[in-house]
T-cell receptor, first 110, second 112 residues
């Protein structure tokens, strides 16, 4: 089976940097994805790491260490619109289906 | 533009009734998935399909069924609705392999 752990909630102020950690246990591993979900909305894709290292997309970056079964999402220059839930998710042995973590609620304050 | 649509957006039903939630995608994706989302549990996989006539059970499949008769649609059926199935249901599709998931806007189901 697969399990993922991430913090339940993080609070930060506008302009700050937030790091959301994700540790996973899986019987096979293809890659780690991150999704964003605003209240009442659908999850939307943010990033995907299949190899070790840092992937940068604008203000958001995602990191993966396969040897440590660990990844993180880095949110920089936080804006009010970044208030949302963030989910890490793994592609396991089957490759084609995602298993999601419980989500981290990020609250950005003025 | 390609999209994935779910209907209805909201549904209230009674315990014991059969309910079907619709999911239609125009991405021409092979892979389709149904997840349920409950507070504290994130998104949990119910059923998934890798193509026409293919269906597979996810981690919380009891009490649910799906069928895939064409590429575009993957309806989710609750055979006999239970209060524990009150949840928000999301349908998603992906092209193949580890491609990103495209989610529908969800169906909020209440079983009374």
């Amino acid at each position: 089976g697969q399990s993922l752990e991430q913090p339940s909630e993080v609070t930060a102020v506008e302009g700050a940097i937030v790091q959301i950690n994700c540790t996973y246990q899986t019987s096979g591993f293809y890659g780690l994805s991150w999704y964003q979900q605003h209240d009442g909305g659908a999850p939307t894709f943010l990033s995907y790491n299949a190899l070790d290292g840092l992937e940068e997309t604008g203000r958001f970056s995602s990191f993966l260490s396969r040897s440590d079964s660990y990844g993180y999402l880095l949110l920089q220059e936080l804006q009010m619109k970044d208030s949302a839930s963030y989910f890490c998710a793994v592609y396991g042995a089957a490759g084609n289906k995602l298993t999601f973590g419980g989500g981290t609620r990020v609250l950005v304050k003025p | 533009d390609a999209e994935i649509t779910q209907s209805p957006r909201h549904k209230i039903t009674e315990t014991g009734r059969q309910v079907t939630l619709a999911c239609h995608q125009t991405w021409n994706h092979n892979n389709m998935f149904w997840y349920r989302q409950d507070l504290g549990h994130g998104l949990r996989l119910i059923h998934y399909s890798y193509g026409v006539q293919d269906t597979n059970k996810g981690e919380v499949s009891d009490g649910y069924s799906v069928s895939r008769s064409n590429t575009e649609d993957l309806p989710l059926t609750l055979e006999s609705a239970a209060s524990s199935q009150t949840s928000v249901y999301f349908c998603a599709s992906s092209e193949d392999g580890d491609s990103p998931l495209h989610f529908g806007n969800g169906t909020r189901l209440t079983v009374t």
